[in-house]
């Protein structure tokens, strides 16, 4: 999930046009009216949102919950998504609710509002760290490594795509098998090299916000 925390107005962050969303405070003060923006936009069916930006927008409202309520000891360890009807390219907001806030685990879900009726829901449980036991933790034994520098997306793209029949390349078309296939998401205002510090088996590492918002601005947790 993307990092993003409050910021004062002596350094708030100029417009960000890669970013899914564009949060308008709304006139009661109590949420944000989040507008879409094209890199929101479906690939699939024109007019629909695509199911990154639904989960993207529902795991802000979510993790900024913990912080809100100064819960800085807890820790995401489960995320869960419904997309339950379409999406649109048109104005949403969203909904939380705080289901349960315990000393050692919390749990969040949000809901994401369209034409005045639920389209999405996400739920989060947060659990705070305890110490390390002994033994060892299982582990799969293999990590995703990154794409060749020849094969990274060029400035114009934002996506890097796998399959075990072809490996990496930011050409879609050429991973139509049956093979097990994942893509890598990185904003078009990426710095060099970015790609060489995935990690985790089809995450994206993003290098902007889900949604650009006035008093919001994204921090790398790389940094």
């Not at 409050?6 to 960000?16: A, M």
């Not at 046009?17 to 929101?40: I, K, M, N, Y």
């Not at 049956?178 to 089809?202: E, I, K, M, N, V």
Request: hydrophobic share 35%.
């Amino acid at each position: 999930m993307p990092r993003i925390q409050r910021d004062c107005p002596c350094s708030r962050s100029p417009p960000v046009s890669h970013a899914f969303f564009r949060a308008v405070p709304d006139p009661s003060g109590r949420t944000d009216v989040l507008h879409p923006e094209p890199a929101a936009s479906s690939g699939w069916i024109g007019g629909q949102l695509r199911g990154m930006a639904v989960g993207a927008v529902l795991a802000r409202a979510v993790e900024r919950e913990p912080t809100i309520r100064g819960r800085a000891d807890l820790r995401p360890v489960r995320w869960t998504l419904d997309l339950f009807r379409p999406v649109f390219m048109r104005p949403c907001t969203t909904r939380l609710e705080v289901v349960r806030d315990g000393h050692g685990l919390a749990l969040v879900d949000a809901i994401l509002i369209q034409d005045d009726r639920p389209v999405a829901r996400a739920g989060a449980l947060f659990l705070r760290p305890g110490p390390s036991t002994d033994g060892i933790c299982w582990s799969p034994g293999t990590t995703a490594d990154p794409p060749p520098a020849d094969r990274e997306p060029s400035a114009d793209q934002d996506r890097v795509y796998f399959s075990e029949e072809e490996g990496s390349s930011p050409d879609p078309s050429t991973h139509h098998n049956t093979a097990r296939q994942f893509h890598r998401q990185c904003p078009r205002s990426r710095r060099p090299g970015r790609y060489r510090d995935f990690a985790a088996l089809g995450c994206p590492r993003v290098d902007a916000p889900f949604v650009a918002a006035p008093s919001w601005r994204f921090r790398d947790p790389g940094s």
